[in-house]
């Protein structure tokens, strides 16, 4: 299960994702984020209520950020210690934006 | 030991994970090495579903063994599809930029930096994909 709210304030687009990004859920998100990025120069992913992410969501998460460097910036923020082991581990600690 | 069958699909994966969770709950497993072996059920029950009977759909066996004290659970993947062994697969560069990474090979190199143990075998037709992690304390 994966509950996301959206944010648009002017171009600033905040996301929050509430529960799991895996298999099944990682392509509402994906799509969730894509349709909504159009004029938006900044990306905030609001992960307080992240309880687990695979490597489904690892895949959107680079594809995004990828997207945001063309056309703004992306950072995460409020990322758990668990989540944040998992972003050591795979390296994307080192490309995404963790605050 | 549990074993559950079920058809490898990917919308069968939440049933894969609650049946793996309901054994881990029952030993008071930590929050923390859930989600690792959550992560790792995932990614190997996944990876049959997409590839192991393409395009039919067949049967993927997992059986859950928790033993010893302090806990040990083995978790056994099974299915009879085309041989593959996924952890012949190369690692990613994880030291890559955003914009040169590629996605491919992750999901099992999540499996191998997590658990304490992932063995392959191909026996009788079958593909044999077996993990391995220590539950920590009670």
Redesign the interface.
Known sequence: MLKITKKLEERTLTVEASGRIDTTTAPDFENEIKDSLASVSELILDFSKVEYISSAGLRVLLSAQKIMTKQGSMKLTNVSSEIMEIFEVTGFSDILDIE | MKELIIDAL??N??KVTEFVDAQLEAVDCP??IQ?QV??AV??IF?NIAHYAYKPDVGPAKVRVDVSGDPSVVDITFIDHGVPYDPLKKEDPD??????E?Q?GG??I??VK??MDDVSYEYRDGHNILTIKKALGAR
């Open positions: 990917v919308e994966l939440d929050m923390k989600m959550d992560i995932e990614e996944v994880v030291t890559l930029s955003a914009e990474r996605i992750l999901g190199f999540m930096k997590s």
